[in-house]
């Protein structure tokens, strides 16, 4: 036989060791991590249940799923081993990585506002401002505004409307 021929055994061969050797690895990470539970730590099964360990034994874990239940799971049916951040985030929801509490967005806006103590609030008019529509008698008293006579300028080059029809037919 031929090297040629023997070549793609070889290399099956390879790749099965490769498949084998890395589950092999996935396989002793699981069993560390369940060596590691001790009584007070934070677990999820594989179903998805959160829990907290009670008691480790050989093959078995007693855990306490809330108040008043205890459940006895083999040891293979934990799935993660979660640090005590990472459980009370998930389970309680409470977290304790913030980066500050001045980063934190208020619940209202008075607080994005000027008071009256800030300095801004005094160089303001304490004249109420009005945004209600003026009457054209006013814009008409007023030329002296250059918007408003601008306004008006404009409305006086508009076409007059006439009643009726059109004289071109």
Known sequence: M?????????????AMFLMTRSAKKKQ????DMRNQMQPGSGVRTIGGMYATVKEVSEDTV????????ELLFAKNAIGAVLSDDEY???VHGIEHDLKSDADVVPDDASSLTETDDSPGAAASDDAPVDFGKKDEKETADTADEPADAADKAKTDEQPKKSEGGSGTK
Do not use: E, K
Request: glycine fraction near 10%; avoid cysteine.
């Open 62 to 69: 007693l855990l306490d799923a809330g108040p008043g239940v």
């Open 28 to 31: 002793q990470q699981a069993i």
């Open 2 to 14: 031929s090297l040629l021929t023997l070549l793609p055994f070889i290399v099956l061969i390879g």
């Open 88 to 90: 009370n985030h998930i």
